[in-house]
């Protein structure tokens, strides 16, 4: 990635991406499971600013930063989404390589997430021998929620950096990307706790941030961009507000989606207004390292499959 | 599939040291499927090979 491209230009080349991309039958729905955002630097929320918004709009990528490319397409309400963290070319790099705090964020978060998958796999998924072995594989104890955390929190340190905090990830069942499991990486302390493990047969979306800050994180007063769509249902008075409900119903479903993305942005900025205060639409705030630190992140949605490989998986 | 991260070419003087965390990023993320790839080769390749001898032989005794 370039230095200076603006934040707001490759969120808009990916979705175009997705759009000319070979799509399966017609009688399959298919959408975007996710927008395309693009999140520097110390950004932990995807970032999907709004070309109305001049000042955001005009946000350009520095050399060195890590930024976050995140993406997802959906066939017939199964989404997946993927997160990827690349670092913006520097004049200082010689012959490809990264030094200093830049590479140990990125060590980091790879052999954090790489450790994170693993975790991941239920006991004996993956069990070779007789079938006696395999029956004692299955019976291991799964790892705790907490043992889990601490594990990839030992990796991460080892590196200097720190765990974002509340770092989550997710089941994801048809038109879910939130479902009824999660598991939480450094809970923050009123919330996070685990609620069920995977299983065979399940798909997840697993998250890692790391930070080269404490890990704290906080939320900044810019305009929200990143909506979904809750089970909540509420009659809405404005008739803008019931315009824009319906586009986003249509469009995106319960899928997150950017306000870039609906017909009019500027109307969609009113529009939704209500449908927030309504608990209809669900907004993502802002939210960044409390220290303005450089955060890596990587989303990698899986499949837990008895008989699957790589090459199935895709 | 995309191609595999280059670890190589991020440059620390960090590492992870503790033993039971190695190991376990030593283990493998998915069952392999090079062996069984080619075994299911030969034998199509076998059973192809048999149908047409089976054929030749049908039609000279025709």
Redesign the interface.
Known sequence: MQRSTRARKSPRVGDKIYETEDRPAESQQTGISHPTTVSPSSYVTPYTPLSSDAEEAATALKANEPVKVQLGAQIDGFGTIVCDTILVKSDKTQH????GR???L??AT??AN??L???M?PPGL?A?GTGEEKKKAAAEKRPTQSKISQ?VE??VK???CNVVEGTTSWLFERNEIEGKKKIVLNPPDKEGKAEGSPEVGEVWGVEIGVSLGAGKVKTLDQRPTLHRRTTITYQLKRPSSRQTLSEIVKKFGNFPFSLRQLDDERAAKVGVVECVRSNVLRQYEVVTDKDNAPVARLLTTIGEFA?????K?? | ?PPA?D?S????D?????DS?LK??E???????GAKGKNKKKKKKAAKKSTEEEEEESSEEE
């Open positions: 490809g390589e990264v030094s830049e590479a140990d990125m060590l790879y052999y790489e450790l998958l693993r975790l796999i993956l070779s594990m030992t990796v080892s590196y200097g008989c699957a490989t790589r090459d998986l895709r | 599939m991260v670890v070419r991020y440059k620390s960090k590492k992870v040291t503790d965390i376990m990023l283990q493998p993320t998915a069952k392999p499927t």
